[in-house]
């Protein structure tokens, strides 16, 4: 059984306590890996790492940052194919996903922020007889936590930002996923990285993240999760002052009108409603359908949903894989129950399956359920896997008042040929991001984030730069 470890001081390092978690490979539902256990013994060996990099790091060349992480982000290219077989293993979705999605993005993240530092500038405010600069400098050693549904993508997505402005970082992956980070802390030695720049901690949320984000020396934390566990963490940052950029759940709607592209919009469904088992943040969960097309749209949806093949990850033709753990199938499974005592009607799905071959994996079937008021928990809790409900609406107005019903505020998809529609619907409505005729279309550039319980904060671009260090203003006077 591959046993993985700690990355600390530049080293692989076994856990002090000795404690190991185990790793499952969901598609068929046995363990093939452990994980350390990680202690405060070992956040203290990382956090003193992390602690003697800093001034060097910081004070390192932008032009040298650049070139090693550059370096990572040829390496993450250099190992594709095993990266995206480890990720596809360790989580459950399909190779194909892994090959397109999930570690292209990963090299692309590190690639992004090592060209973006190197044209990053700051603000001059000139005034009579002085003038302004803004220092934008490192904050410290700060730290990562990262979910398992986009591994290795959504762990890059926060550390390469941390270094390419010179903090150090101490960086906590999924407990569930935790296979790709521990093979990029490997690339890390290949690159160079100077050693304590960054430390990889494995183990439970509970125990090494809350020590994580409880440590007075940590001084800003970054974090992509579940809204109660955002919550958490919001409160004792805010309790020791520490910066906190909080990417949480989310309840997306999909807002559908009769003058859309009915063909690309019904493509793009299937997507927004599914992909990656429908464990993505910014899945569309909620389809709300202009009553004029809502029977056809119905017949159409349920009719491909029903052919989408779920089984064996590796298999090219595998539209949906496992989700990632049983407790979480478990999960989606007791929110199917609930969605027919709250009134509901499953169109199709609502089971477990066992796929030939793979009959011990955690696969769920994709789900469809009609007849939900807005109010019901189905309809406004995050249940974060392969359940999609659909209502329907006969204004704009309703359709606006049902996509804002919610305590969450992270994307929207809003599908019209309508472009004064468009417009009013972008501003009216209170998510973090707005797609119009598109769904998960990103430019690294653009402020990512949620709104309300989904958000607090803004990653990505010029945003994720800012967040990553203090700002200092310095004024002279010249006369
Ligand atoms: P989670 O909140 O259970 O765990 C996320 C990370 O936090 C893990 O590394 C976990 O070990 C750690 N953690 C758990 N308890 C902790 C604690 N008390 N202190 C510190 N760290 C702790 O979330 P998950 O189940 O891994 O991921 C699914 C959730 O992530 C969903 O709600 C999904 O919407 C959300 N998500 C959001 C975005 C976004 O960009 N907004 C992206 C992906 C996933």
């Known amino acids: 059984m591959k046993r993985i470890g700690n990355y600390i001081n530049g080293r692989i390092h076994t856990p002090l306590k000795g404690g190991y978690i185990p790793v499952y490979n ?3 539902g046995e363990q093939y890996a452990e994980a350390p256990d990680s202690t405060q013994e070992d956040l203290d060996l990382a956090l003193a790492a992390a602690k003697k990099a800093f001034p060097i790091w910081a004070k390192t060349s932008q032009e040298e940052r650049h070139k090693i992480l550059t370096r990572l982000a040829d390496l993450i290219d250099e190992n594709f194919e095993n990266l995206a077989k480890a990720e596809c293993i360790d989580n459950g979705k399909p190779l194909w996903l892994t090959q397109r999605v999930d570690i292209p993005r990963a090299s692309a993240n590190i ?15 000139k005034m009579e007889k002085a003038i302004n600069y803004t220092l934008r400098e490192p904050i410290g050693v700060v730290a990562a936590i990262s979910p398992w549904n986009l591994p290795l993508y959504l762990f890059t997505w926060k550390i390469a930002p941390a270094l390419a402005v010179g903090n150090t970082v101490i960086a906590k992956p999924s407990e569930v996923t935790p296979m790709t980070a521990y093979l990029f802390s490997e690339l890390c030695i290949l690159a160079g990285l100077p050693p304590g720049v960054l430390n990889i901690l494995h183990g439970n949320g509970a125990s090494i993240g809350a020590a994580l984000t409880d440590h007075p020396e940590i001084k800003a934390i970054s974090f992509t999760g579940s809204t109660k566990v955002g919550r958490e963490i919001a409160i004792k940052a805010a309790g020791s002052f520490k910066k906190a950029s909080l990417e949480m759940g989310g309840k997306n709607a999909n807002v559908i009108f009769a003058d859309c592209d009915y063909d690309k919009m019904l493509k793009t469904t299937l997507r927004s409603s599914f992909e990656n088992q429908g464990q ?11 009553e004029s097309i809502y029977d056809r749209f119905k017949k159409d949806f349920v ?3 029903g ?3 779920v089984g064996n990850p590796m298999n090219k033709n595998t539209k949906l894989g496992a989700l990632v753990s049983e407790g979480h199938m478990e999960k989606v499974l007791s929110y199917v ?3 027919k005592e709250e009134g509901g009607t499953i169109l199709t799905g609502g089971e477990r399956v066992h796929p030939k071959g793979n009959e011990n994996g955690w696969f769920v079937a994709p789900t469809v359920v009609e007849g939900l008021g807005p109010e019901t928990r189905c309809n406004q809790e995050e249940i974060f896997g392969p359940v999609v409900t659909i209502m329907s609406f006969k204004t704009e107005e309703e ?10 505020g992270l994307s929207c998809s809003v599908w019209t040929s309508n472009i004064s529609r468009a417009h009013q619907l972008a501003a009216k409505i209170d998510t973090g991001i707005v797609w119009i005729n598109t769904w998960l279309k990103r430019d690294l550039r653009t402020p990512f984030g949620g709104m309300k319980g989904s958000g607090m904060g803004r990653e990505g671009g010029l945003e994720a730069l800012r967040f990553f260090t203090d700002p200092k203003n310095v004024c002279i006077e010249y006369e």
Not at 280 to 290: D, F, K, M, N
């Open 337 to 339: 129950a609930l969605a």
């Open 307 to 309: 052919k989408l093949v």
């Open 399 to 408: 359709a606006i008042d049902l996509a804002n019903d919610s305590l969450y």
């Open 303 to 305: 009719d491909r949903v």
């Open 280 to 290: 993505i943040c910014l899945c569309g969960s909620r389809i709300l359908v202009e």
């Open 26 to 28: 969901p598609a068929i």
């Open 111 to 125: 690639r992004f922020f090592a060209n973006a530092i190197t044209q990053y500038s700051s603000e001059s405010h």
